[in-house]
């Protein structure tokens, strides 16, 4: 909140890539938060459990069909002490047994119940009213429809990651087509972790908190 939108660089790789949103906080440091999309679907992002223990956390969407996808969600513990209990329930991601039915897999908030939109929390809390980050998500982006129109969007400066991202797929889809193997079926991401610190402002972040890229993956800063 202290330092408002993030600049983002994102660092083409040969998985996919790795992007930063870098705020400056001060005079004198900034806040760093990385992420790594591997594709064709995976995300690896710094988290913190509901008792303050760092994880790692991540997404991996799934295809069904050309309407649908199963989301799968993991995190885990990057420090000695197991998640507690509550950790367990992911009440802040909204991706506990508390949101989600373990029997169906599918969100207990959804279109019918208007994602269990609370008003007064909307009035007091968030501006959303929906509990949970990742039900919040799922609200905006069932809301689009089962099929957008990317046509009629206006993508800016904070959409790189993703224009990034729809590049990627479609050169791994003619890359496959011509009988290639695309980016994302090497072993380089394997020791991947996402990162979040505050370091001073001259600072060379990738060195400080990415050392397990050091080896050369990054192909190009875009």
Known sequence: ?????????VDLTDYGYQYAGIRPLGDSDMHIRTYHFILPFHQIRPSKSETGQPMDAGHIWVPIDDYTSMVYNW?????DS?????DR???????????????????????????LLDREMQRTETYS??????????ALQESM??????????????DKAI?????????????VEAGGAPSGTGTSYYPLLAHEEV???????????????????ILETV
């Open 1 to 9: 909140m202290r330092g408002k939108a993030p600049h983002l660089v």
């Open 75 to 79: 995190i885990y513990t990057t420090v």
């Open 82 to 86: 197991p998640l507690t209990e509550e």
């Open 89 to 115: 329930l992911e009440r802040g991601l909204g991706n506990g047994p508390l949101h989600v039915d373990p029997k169906t897999f599918r969100s207990i908030g959804n279109r019918t119940n208007n994602y």
């Open 129 to 138: 009213g929906i509990d949970g980050i990742n039900q919040q998500d799922r």
């Open 145 to 158: 429809g089962q099929i957008c129109d990317r046509s009629r969007e206006y993508l800016g400066p904070g």
């Open 163 to 175: 224009i990034q991202a729809r590049k990627l797929l479609i050169k791994a889809v003619r890359t």
């Open 199 to 217: 370091l001073p402002r001259n600072a060379d972040w990738r060195a400080e908190m990415t050392p397990e890229m050091a080896d050369g993956v």
